[in-house]
């Protein structure tokens, strides 16, 4: 077992949290602005479980129910995974996600701080894992000109699995540009080629680059706010820059540049929101520099050469089990060790 | 050998000291192929043949067998049993032959076969080692079935499903559609469902353990049981 | 020394003895289960190929009656197959083709296929694939009836650019989602077509060996 230096009091943890879930609002705004409310609905239905659930295994383990349920962090999980999965689902899809990253992931590991993944990472593998299917659907930006479909209709989706008016769910939803990106390369298209596509804008997918602009604006407020340090998130996009631009600058027709991976899928969610979680991530500088350069290696090679469309959360469950690894080589000698061996 | 002897022989394969959840032996094929009751069971049963012929065969033989030699020829009489049970599947249960594939040879190499004949049928006389192995076996199926039948539930919502590549075609009907129009929960019948159903299951037989163990106010607390899935054995 | 030499040979002559009973006991298991096993391994061949051609359609001994087939790029396979060929009163009706299709999402999807002597498909079945369950392993009939959407199609029905999914402008259905995996089926079935249109009659002759020896 091991326990994070940055949790000191129980109040500090609710403080923290609360500036964390206050510096996603410029992300949500934005996916509003640009994809419609439905993320509201699913971020609402994420909070209410990720509370409930808490709630009842706090309860099942004897624990006192208020200092914990007080500290946002089940509320931090449950908007990680909402941003992370398709606004427009059924509900049940967030509901079970939620569900099992809180009792699963979280509680049967010994609750807050004792957890060894990430339980918002661990609800998304879960859901793409089990239900492929509803994990592609995503609502294309309503700048694409399509179907813009209403708050209540969006409502009749998510509770009835209604579309109105016999709507097919491919005319108002698209796969993600990684994806796009992916299965276009594979019919043998070349990267130039598809990112004339009307869904592509000018860093990343249409829309979809904005919000990552929002979520890096908050993570900047983390940073002035030390909520955190710099070095995860720093390592993480300048490796993944500096390994996309190696691929990019040896073959540019089948490797998009680096700037597209920063502004793509959850590549700015997971640099500052992801994995800067104190808990799944090394206690020592040194450490968190191998972490974060360890995720975003695994996240180009998902992205580009792996079988699913995104590789931030695979990335953060796989790093997640190394931590205690490289928390055990890490480490600073104690002063006066034998060993060392002058 | 009295009764009670041969009752405790029982009560240890089938429950205290169980192949798959106490022991944690064979747990290749058990997080393998306990994707539906029928494939759990069926692999049990036929693991089960296995360990009650082997350890039946090798008592009485145990004092002919020069010490230095012992395990090859074990090994030999566990792969010709395997062998022979492969062969009567492959011609009277086609479809299960086919499902099981690769794992019915692979008993052979499933260590709950060999740790029983060098633990108990090499000491003992044939009858209760066969009793043994019979044990041993039917505990694993139990914990095969209940794993099966907790993946089948959850991942599909269905019960006995391919029952009839055990029984025939005319079986087809005993198939429980437990949950009528199920989404499907895919992630139970892949193989994390099989970690995640196997630690659900020791941690309640370890639960049952700990609680009856605080009852009876025992002076030897029962040893810590390492169940993999808990963080606090770091 | 001598002590040493007679307790090896003790030892192995005990370790030749068990080896020689267990070959026994399964040499015999096997004359025993042989005409069992290859009776149940043709019966389920059997259960595959009436799958896709009713056993109305054939009075002939069809696992019999093959013919080799060397690889073809139109069925994109890499060895010789075997093709079942089906006869009502000595007429073709079907042959059974196996062919592959080597664009799936990931890796090659394996299919077997029946075609009408009229080129027509009786029907289309995958045997293996490793597409994502759940996603693209609608496929497979065990998860939905999609496949049957071949029975009865020819390149007489459909013009070539129709065999495609309606995404890409054809006339097959697809879920959203996946279509990599049934545009990749889709155009292993125009293919196999194809072939069987270039090689007709080749299919269904008969057997050059068996004619030969009748003679």
Known sequence: MWSSPFITTPTSVSQIMLRVLLALIPGIALYVWYFGPAILVSLTLASITALATEAIMLKLRNRPLKPFLSDNSALITGWLLALSIPALAPWWLIVVGTAFGIVIAKHLYGGLGNNVFNPAMIGYAVLIISFPAHMTHWISPNTLGGIGLSFVEQLNYTFNGVLPGGLKLDAVTMATPLDTLKTQLHLGLSVDVIRDMPIFGYLGGKGGEMVAIGFAVGGAYLLLTRVISWVIPATYLGTLFAIAAIFHLADPAHYVAPLFHWFSGAAMLGAFFIYTDPIGSPTTHRGQVIYAAGAALLTYLIRTFGGFPDGVAFAAVLMNICVPLIDAYSQPKVFGKKGDGK | MNLQQYKDIFLNGLWKQNAGIVQLLGLCPLLAVSSTVVNGVSLGLATTLVMTLSSGSIAPIRSYVPNEIRIPVFILIIAVLVTVVQYLMNAYMYGLFVVLGIFIPLIVTNCIVLARVEAFASKNDALSSALDGFAMGLGLTAVLGVLGAMRELIGKGTLFSGIDLALGDSAKDLVLHVIPNYHGFLIAILPPGAFIGLGCIIAWKNWLSLRAAKKRKDVIAPAPIDGGCSPATH | ?215
């Open chain 3, 1 to 215: 020394m001598k002590r040493i030499a007679r307790s090896t040979l003790q030892t192995a002559v005990n370790l030749v003895f068990f080896a020689v009973i267990g070959t026994a006991i399964l040499a015999s298991t096997y004359f025993m289960t042989h005409d069992a096993i290859v009776k149940s391994e043709q019966a389920e061949k059997m259960k595959l190929i009436t799958q896709i051609v009713p056993p109305t359609m054939f009075d002939n001994d069809i696992i019999h009656d093959t013919i080799s087939i060397p690889a073809d790029p139109l069925l994109n396979n890499d060895d010789t197959t075997l093709a079942y060929r089906a006869r009502l009163k000595g007429e073709p009706s079907a042959v059974v083709l196996e062919a592959i299709a080597p664009d799936g999402y990931s890796g090659k999807i394996f299919l077997i296929l029946a075609v009408h002597a009229n080129g027509e498909l009786a029907g289309v079945r995958v045997v293996t694939h490793k597409e994502t369950p759940g996603l693209g392993d609608y496929i497979d009939i065990q998860k939905s009836p999609w496949i049957k959407n071949f029975d009865g199609k020819s390149r007489a029905l459909y013009k070539d650019d129709d065999w495609k999914v309606k995404k890409d402008g054809g006339k097959f259905d697809y879920m959203a989602g996946a279509t990599i995996t049934p545009r990749a089926v889709v155009k292993a079935a125009h293919k196999a077509l194809m072939y069987f249109d270039a090689n007709r009659d080749k299919l269904f002759a008969e057997n050059a060996a068996k004619t030969e020896e009748t003679k």
